[in-house]
């Protein structure tokens, strides 16, 4: 009967154990759970952050490119019943080169201030003031050049435009260089912009 009953006696052990450390187990459950809804806070937050990032760009595409399309209707005009009919200097490009070099001008500009914006946010507020403020010049150029007719006086403005988007890409720079970058085309093809313009006003300043 001893020998029978140390058996017995060891399955008690166990089963004790056993429970002891299912115990500790349960003890430890809610520990887990915090972790697993901890986790799932985060990647609902990131996919909040990545939805609400690709919505910002949306915006900055849509103010850009709005801006071109702005820009556009006293530049239509124009190329139809005026612009043929200047002298224009060596070099200039056909016209129907402009309007898909701007439209790919604008989704870069877009891109570029959507880069510092997703960097810094809020923070980056006056470097976007300073980019808008570009743009508005940028827009401003067409209805002097083309709506008003006025070279002259549109030569001046793109002068003071080109010195906005040096400045701009300047200060970009030292944000987020890749967004500079995206800018260098832009102040590339406005240099250009600003011979044409003076060699139109140039050719023309005598009939204008």
């Not at 987020?176 to 800018?183: G, H, I, R």
């Amino acid at each position: 009967m001893l020998q029978s009953g140390k058996p017995g006696n060891a399955q008690s052990s166990g089963a004790l154990e056993e429970a002891e450390t299912d115990g500790r187990n349960h003890r430890f459950e809610p520990a887990g759970n915090f972790q697993l809804i901890s986790s799932v806070a985060l990647r609902v937050g990131q996919n909040s952050l990545n939805t609400n990032s690709w919505l910002r760009l949306i915006v900055f595409l849509g103010a850009c490119l709005a801006v071109g399309a702005l820009g556009a209707i006293p530049t239509a005009k124009g190329v139809r019943d005026w612009y043929p009919s200047l002298r224009k200097p060596p070099g200039t490009a056909p016209s129907w080169v402009f309007g898909p070099v701007w439209t790919t001008l604008y989704v870069l500009m877009a891109v570029s201030a959507w880069l510092v914006w997703r960097q810094y946010g809020g923070g980056a507020r006056a470097a976007l003031l300073i980019f808008f403020a570009q743009l508005a010049l940028n827009l401003a150029w067409s209805g002097i050049f083309f709506g008003a007719r006025l070279p002259g006086f549109a030569f001046v403005e793109i002068v003071i435009l080109w010195l906005s988007i040096l400045f701009t890409t300047f200060i970009f720079f030292r944000l987020e260089p890749v967004a500079a970058y995206l800018l260098v085309p832009y102040l590339l093809w406005v240099t250009y912009a600003a011979y044409l313009n003076l060699g139109i006003w140039a050719l023309n300043r005598r009939s204008l």
